[in-house]
Nanobody, 117 residues
Framework: QVQLVESGGGLVQAGESLRLSCVAS????????MGWYRQAPGKEREMVAI?????????RYGDSVKGRFVISRGDTDNTRDLQMNNLRPEDTAVYYC?????????WGRGTQVTVSS
């Protein structure tokens, strides 16, 4: 089992930036990818950005954040940072860290990001 802890959410104005961080612990050797998802009130959870634990460090981004958000490894291979630039009110959501392992997925508790206009 993998445990995830997120940090870095908050309240910002449109056009500003925020950086989220997620740290994994536990059975981290089994992780295939880690990344960020978000869920706004009344909407389904959607993928924001993921980064694979492979040699090429493949990444994937949701269409709405391409060119504005960047996912990267943090201080260790078990950390994923999400740099969010030029934030918009529609980015307001709870952001969840996810780790996909061979047999299951683990989720963090989430961190709130609110962007005011």
């Amino acid at each position: 089992q993998v445990q995830l802890v997120e940090s870095g959410g908050g309240l910002v104005q449109a056009g500003e930036s925020l950086r989220l961080s997620c740290v994994a612990s536990g059975n981290t050797d089994s992780i295939i990818y880690m990344g960020w998802y978000r869920q706004a009130p009344g909407k389904e959870r959607e993928m924001v950005a993921i980064l694979y634990n492979n040699v090429d460090s493949d990444s994937r981004y949701g269409d709405s954040v391409k060119g504005r958000f960047v996912i990267s490894r943090g201080d260790t291979d078990n950390t994923r940072d999400l740099q969010m630039n030029n934030l918009r009110p529609e980015d307001t959501a709870v952001y969840y860290c996810k780790a996909r392992s061979r047999n299951d997925s683990s989720w963090g508790r989430g961190t709130q990001v609110t962007v005011s206009s």
